[in-house]
C-alpha cells in the first residue's frame, strides 16, 4: 500500500490529466478521495480535472468539425445514437451539456453530434467550461466528502473480492440496457 500512494503522489496528476480528458467519473471522485487522505492537493487535482476534461470535449468538437472525413469511418455504426444526441440537445438545449458530462456514452455523443450539426463553437466553448466546472466540483468534492465512506466500501471488497465483478458487470449490464433501450424506441 505504501509503494501505490508514494507513485500516487508522483503519477497522481498526470493520471488526473489523462483519464480526464475523457471525462472519467472515476478518476475525479478518486482525486477527491486522496485529497481527503492527504495524498494530493485537492485544489491542484480538481483543476487539473476540470481544464482537460474541458480540453477533451473541445477535442471532440473540433474533431467533428474539422476532420469530419477522417473520423466519420468511426461512427459508420453509431448513427442512431448520434441522432439521439442530437434530438436531445435540440430539445434540451445547454442543460444536456451538463447532464451528459455524468453519463457514459453521451460523454462522447453530444460534443460530436454537435460538431457534426453547425453548432457555434465559441458557444460551446462557454456551456462547456461551465459544465466542466460543475462536474469536477460536483464529482470532485462528492469523493472528498465521501472519503471515509468509499474507503469502508473498498475495504469490504478488499476482504470479499468476489462481490467487486458482480457490482461491475451489474453497473455494465444496467448502462448497456438503458442505451439500448433509449436508442431503440420507435
Do not use: C
Not at 84 to 100: D, E, N, Q, S
Not at 114 to 125: R, T, V
Not at 161 to 168: H, R, T, V
Amino acid at each position: 500500500m505504501e509503494e501505490t500512494l508514494s507513485s500516487l503522489a508522483t503519477w497522481g496528476y498526470i493520471a488526473i490529466a489523462f483519464f480526464s480528458l475523457g471525462g472519467s467519473l472515476v478518476i475525479v471522485a478518486a482525486a477527491g478521495v486522496f485529497s481527503a487522505m492527504g495524498q494530493i492537493d485537492l485544489v491542484t487535482a480538481l483543476i487539473v480535472a476540470m481544464v482537460f476534461n474541458f480540453i477533451g470535449d473541445n477535442l471532440l468538437f473540433y474533431m467533428s468539425r474539422y476532420q469530419r472525413i477522417g473520423i466519420m469511418p468511426y461512427l459508420r455504426s453509431h448513427h442512431r445514437k448520434l441522432a439521439l444526441a442530437t434530438i436531445m440537445y435540440r430539445r434540451y438545449g445547454p442543460v444536456v451539456m451538463f447532464v451528459k458530462k455524468f453519463i457514459y456514452g453521451l460523454k462522447t455523443l453530444v460534443p460530436l453530434s454537435m460538431g457534426l450539426s453547425k453548432y457555434n463553437f465559441g458557444k460551446f466553448i462557454l456551456i462547456n467550461l461551465l459544465a466542466s466546472v460543475f462536474f469536477v466540483l460536483v464529482v470532485g468534492l462528492g469523493g472528498y466528502y465521501a472519503a471515509e465512506s468509499i474507503t469502508i466500501i473498498f475495504n469490504t471488497v478488499k476482504e470479499k473480492p468476489w462481490i467487486a465483478p458482480i457490482i461491475l458487470f451489474g453497473i455494465l449490464g444496467l448502462i448497456w440496457f438503458l442505451m439500448e433501450k433509449a436508442t431503440n424506441k420507435r
